[in-house]
């Protein structure tokens, strides 16, 4: 069992930054690989950012150059670092963890934080 708490959404206004943070804990963490997903009113989750366990890394077309996913070993964390926010990013941001690979389906992975809002005011 993995467990997963995120942190870091508030009200930012358009063209701003924020730092979602992922706090793991539980079994073989270090092995998991994590992701960010988001999902807006009305609309399926989707996926955002992927880290593997070795540190691959993986990004959607929406976020590419904008956003920045990396992990601290260390304090068993994973952060969503966002620049040029836009009202479009508006969402509940969800951290997740599967097994080694990052991937961007929701459904590969296992284990689910209960998420953080992300609103941006334009």
């Known amino acids: 069992q993995v467990q997963l708490v995120e942190s870091g959404g508030r009200l930012v206004q358009a063209g701003g930054s924020l730092r979602l943070s992922c706090l793991a804990s539980g079994r073989a963490v270090d092995r998991h690989g994590m992701g960010w997903f988001r999902q807006a009113p009305g609309k399926e989750r989707e996926f955002v950012a992927a880290?593997?366990?070795?540190?691959?890394?993986y990004y959607s077309d929406s976020v590419k150059g904008r956003f920045t996913i990396s992990g601290d070993a260390a304090k068993d964390a994973v952060y969503l670092q966002m620049n040029s926010l836009k009202p479009e990013d508006t969402a509940v941001y969800y951290c997740a963890a599967r097994w080694e690979s990052g991937t961007t389906e929701p459904d590969d992975y296992d284990f689910w934080g209960q998420g953080t809002q992300v609103t941006v005011s334009s």
């Open positions: 880290i593997s366990w070795i540190g691959n890394t």
